[in-house]
């Protein structure tokens, strides 16, 4: 993969845009002290779910985007959150807010650990590897030995947290909420990492793989660190995803899944935080809004058929590899980056 | 004698490194040129431009046509044989397959077979080894291998690129000598890339020195076998 | 004994389904050094052709050549129209690229026939051929049909000059443009190859595990997994590998891990292969003197 210019990522360039969007973030659901609209939970539910998603975007685009180790079977490490979480709430009691980290530590554990295959394995050959991982993950999880703690076919159903008294907040917002501040709290552990050597590291070995070698970094403890930390932050995403949905089944976590972080992730952009946020959106919005944009497009161009969301992001990916490899905001830093240096060369 | 390739102002690029500089070049009919300089002079990415292998400007003549903007391969179908730099074998396929291969853009089946029989009159060490896996063959097997499987495209310009290469004196002479067999039976007109500037010499009617990606000079190669000074700063004997 | 036998045949005969599979992967690998991930895709979306010519009328085997022939035009012209402008592209744009094509069909497929499983018609009579319930004709006949395909190709392969040519351009393109071959269109011949290759697999398999657009998807994996034990660079190997892999997973399926944790086998045997022989069994070793 050719370098990329990561000033952006690690010198926070366009810093006040992305301020004011997590002020917006933030802002947004005090809306609901306002409002009558009875569709508000479920704007809020489409949030929070928009903020998950980012988040285990987030954690793919450090392995891909920061490290250059593909995977396609992300939706492997949001299902151990998820089930995680879903397990310590059913059968040992515990509250939602204190699954969480345990999710992070394992999905971290399960990411670091296969890691060290995929030390071995390159470019399409990992690919490879954690697709047959996206594929095998709902048949394990419904594996009867073990459907006394995941619930079989059928999966867990939870019990939904209410909101602490002192915040006032309706159960969305506060969930909303929660999911702000991992979501945060994962930017902010992704940034700081990767402004510090382990970053460099981190980038060296995705330009140079042999040269970062040679230079005294050891590839295979950051190759392996990258893929735990990768996961543990998916699996934050798969924890909250257990918590705010409230239940958890093996065909949730399916092929799509995975693949749909992979969009969520080309669309916003390869090796850029920001466009973890826009993947993010997209994704969400494109699944609740495919309805309309199915109606839209039989009339627009005269269809039969309903087209479906897959197909729409099947054309979408293609489309993008052609004109924008990098993504929206990968685009978009490419460009900021071309003007503001042309900037300093004139002056 | 009229042309059979002329090259004007050619130029190549390596990336966004420049290695030609507008290079005008011309082999006569029948003739062998040889093309001479250092390491890094531009003569590889010389017969690579004309065969459209690397990112180029200028124009090209083949035969009074204007070949610039053809492919490789049709470069290659129009009677440009190029023997790679690195010989450029197929390792996998066997000595026979290696020269079959050409089968497919020959029409004319009788006269191709013809010229396999050629090869292996000139190469029997080859026809020793017609059903070995090609990777398995010496150095200098695998170059009489490439200079055949040139040889079946049935060419009327050879581009040879570093024949002698890592080779031993004694399958380095064979080799040349049959490359002048080939000059003279079978009209084949050449240009020629080499380090071993003594060896090129004898075979080529015409020389032309490359440095940094200019023509220094050129001319009759005997021109410069007998010109010491030049023979001293740019072939180093 | 009989049950032994009964899983054996039964694992040869799903053996030669991901053997299909396997080979169209590989026609794609040797040649471009890609995996293609949307195979079992183009394969189900070819067998859906399939059906949908015999529903208006065709017959069983002009539907399939009709099939096999569409899927050929198609995976070349998904070579030459989607991944020539990408040939230069990082290893990540092509498995994005390879993933689109994989969500794109079976939205495709799903959109003009739904997601309702349908009966796909076989042409094997249901016949016992020793009359002991140990061999049914379905199972002879898949296992023949591949054994054609591949015989086939090797003869396409070995003795043509159209096949020697795409194998001179997969091991060393350069010097096969210099031989004057088209590089670029031995790649796509390689693409619709695979499609065709893959279509034959998709309608071997239908009339078992009858038509969806998800049928594929465990398949591919094995196919995946047969390869690789195979050699991925290696048609051969990739079909003896497919078989292996469709005995192994019947026999561990019934006598050691149960028939659910079948795919996990399958995972496990794709990572094993790729650290522990990453040229597979009969993965060809080309020698090399310098």
Request: with cysteine; hydrophobic share 55%; net charge neutral.
């Amino acid at each position: 993969m050719a370098a990329i210019d990561n000033s952006w990522a690690t010198k926070g360039g366009l810093g006040w845009i992305a301020t004011t969007f997590w002020v917006l973030l933030a802002v947004g659901p005090l809306a609901g002290f306002f409002t009558q609209d009875p569709s508000f939970e479920y704007y809020m539910f489409m949030g929070q779910s928009m903020l998950i998603n980012t988040i285990a975007i987030l954690g793919l685009n450090l392995l891909i985007g920061f490290n250059g180790q593909i995977s396609l079977g992300h939706s492997a490490f949001f299902a151990i959150g998820a089930y995680t979480t879903a397990i310590l709430m059913n059968f040992a009691g515990w509250p939602y807010y204190a699954t969480i980290p345990v999710a992070a530590i394992i999905c971290f554990g399960a990411g670091f650990l296969f890691g060290f295959p995929a030390l071995k394995l390159e470019g399409h050959y990992l690919a490879l590897a954690t697709f047959t991982l996206a594929i095998a993950v709902p048949q394990l999880l419904k594996y009867k030995a073990i459907a006394g703690w995941t619930g079989g076919v059928g999966g867990l159903i939870l019990d939904k947290p209410d909101a602490p008294e002192f915040t006032r907040l309706g159960t969305d917002q506060y969930l909303y909420y929660l999911c702000l501040i991992l979501a945060m709290l994962s930017f902010w552990i992704v940034r700081n990492m990767l402004r510090g050597r382990s970053g460099r590291a981190m980038m060296a070995i995705r330009d140079h793989a042999m040269a970062a070698g040679t230079m005294g970094i050891d590839t295979a403890k950051y190759k392996t660190l990258t893929f735990g930390v990768s996961a543990g932050i998916t699996g934050v995403g798969g924890a909250l995803s257990a918590i705010t949905v409230a239940y958890v089944a093996p065909d949730s976590f399916t092929l799509q899944l995975a693949v749909s972080f992979l969009v969520g992730l080309v669309v916003g952009g390869i090796a850029s935080l920001p466009g973890c946020l826009v993947g993010g959106a997209f994704i969400v919005l494109i699944q609740n809004s495919s309805q309309s944009i199915s109606d839209w497009m039989k009339v627009t161009f005269s269809l039969r058929y309903d087209v479906p969301a897959w197909a729409i992001y099947g054309i979408l990916l293609i489309l993008l590899m052609y004109f924008m490899p990098r993504g929206i905001m990968g685009g978009i830093e490419t460009l900021w980056l071309k003007l503001t240096h042309r900037k300093e060369t004139q002056a | 004698m009229a042309a059979i390739l002329d090259v004007k102002g050619l130029s190549a690029w390596y990336g966004p490194i420049r290695a030609l500089y507008d290079l005008d070049l011309t082999i006569e009919q029948g003739g062998v040129t040889a093309l001479l300089g250092a390491n890094g002079a531009g003569k590889t990415t010389t017969l690579r431009a004309i065969c459209n292998m690397t990112r180029r400007a200028g124009t090209t003549t083949f035969d009074g046509k204007d070949i610039s903007k053809f492919t490789t391969e049709d470069i290659v179908r129009l009677g440009i044989g190029q023997v790679p730099e690195g010989r450029g074998t197929f390792t996998g396929l066997s000595v026979d397959e290696n020269l079959r291969l050409a089968f497919h853009i020959r029409k004319d089946r009788a006269e191709a077979m013809r010229d396999m029989d050629l090869v292996f009159e000139l190469f029997p060490r080859l026809k020793e080894r017609i059903k070995q896996q090609a990777g398995t063959l010496s150095g200098g097997e695998q170059q009489m291998l490439a200079v055949g499987r040139a040889l079946m495209l049935a060419p009327r310009l050879m581009l040879l690129d570093e024949p002698s290469f890592g080779l031993a004196p004694l399958i380095v002479q064979e080799i040349f000598r049959i490359l002048k067999r080939i000059n003279v039976e079978k009209k084949v007109s050449m240009l020629i890339v080499e380090q071993n500037a003594a060896l090129a010499l004898e075979l080529a009617d015409h020389v032309y020195l490359l440095e940094t990606g200019r023509v220094v000079t050129q001319g009759p190669s005997e021109l410069v076998k007998n010109d010491e000074t030049l023979r001293k700063a740019y072939l180093g004997y | 004994m009989e049950f032994f036998i009964q899983q054996l045949v039964a694992g040869l005969t799903s053996g030669a389904i991901y053997a299909c599979v396997a080979l169209g992967l590989v026609m794609i690998f040797v040649s471009t050094d890609h995996i293609n991930f949307a195979q079992g895709e183009m394969a189900m979306f070819a067998t859906y052709l399939a059906w949908a010519m015999i529903d208006v009328g065709f017959s069983y085997w002009m539907a399939f050549v009709c099939a096999v022939l569409l899927a050929f035009v198609g995976g070349l012209f998904i070579q030459r129209v989607i991944l020539k402008p990408l040939e230069t592209a990082p290893v990540l744009s092509l498995v994005v690229c390879f993933i689109a094509l994989l969500s794109f069909f079976n939205a495709l497929a799903g959109m003009l026939w739904s997601f309702t499983i349908k009966p796909f018609p076989t042409p094997f009579p249901p016949k016992d051929i020793f009359g002991n319930g140990l061999v049914s004709a379905q199972q002879l006949g898949i296992v023949a049909v591949t054994v054609i395909m591949l015989g086939i190709l090797t003869v396409f392969f070995r003795y043509t000059t159209l096949g020697l040519a795409m194998r001179a351009a997969a091991q060393n393109a350069s010097s096969a443009r210099l031989m004057g071959v088209r590089v670029s269109w031995m790649l796509a011949l390689g693409w619709g190859l695979a499609a065709a290759i893959g279509a034959v697999a998709g309608m071997l398999v239908a009339p078992i595990v009858f038509l969806d657009p998800n049928m594929m998807t465990g398949i591919l994996v094995y196919g995946f997994a047969g390869a690789l034990v195979g050699g991925i660079g290696n048609p051969m190997g990739a079909v003896a590998g497919g078989f292996i892999v469709g005995v192994l997973e019947n026999l561990v399926g019934s006598y050691l891990i149960g028939n659910e944790l079948k795919l996990s086998f399958a995972l496990a045997m794709v990572v094993g292969v790729l650290l522990l022989k990453p040229a597979g069994i009969f993965g060809q070793v080309i020698v090399r003197r310098v």
